[in-house]
């Protein structure tokens, strides 16, 4: 069973940095071949992709995120990063990790708010 934990979120004024961390848990899958990706939810809005990583490394960036965000993840920790850089009040949402694609299981969020 997949579990997921989201944490790193907070308060952060536009132009600020803030790294979230993704703690991933079950036996029966094996983290390293997996595809991994962040999404956000803005409230009243959808849920949206913004960032992945593949098995093997490579990244990819929706067109709102690119150049501010890495994303990154640890196979020993079975971890998923994404450092958010230069933040934007739109920026503001509840930030999920999950596989790429998603499945139907996922964690509670962080959220960050961009604020003046």
């Known amino acids: 069973q997949l579990k997921l934990v989201e944490s790193g979120g907070g308060l952060v004024q536009p132009g600020g940095s803030l790294r979230l961390s993704c703690a991933t848990e079950?036996?029966?899958?094996?983290?390293?071949?997996?595809?991994w990706a962040w999404y956000r939810r803005p409230i009243g809005k959808e849920r949206e992709w913004i960032a992945s990583?593949?098995?093997?490394?490579?990244?990819a960036y929706s067109d709102s995120v690119k150049g501010r965000f890495t994303i990154s993840k640890d196979n020993g920790k079975r971890t998923v990063q994404l450092l958010m850089d230069n933040l934007k009040l739109d920026d503001t949402a509840v930030y999920y990790c999950?596989?790429?694609?998603?499945?139907?299981?996922w964690g509670q969020g962080t959220q960050v708010t961009v604020s003046l």
């Open positions: 999950n596989r790429l694609p998603s499945g139907d299981i």
């Open positions: 079950g036996s029966s899958f094996d983290f390293s071949l997996e595809h």
């Open positions: 990583i593949l098995s093997s490394g490579t990244t």
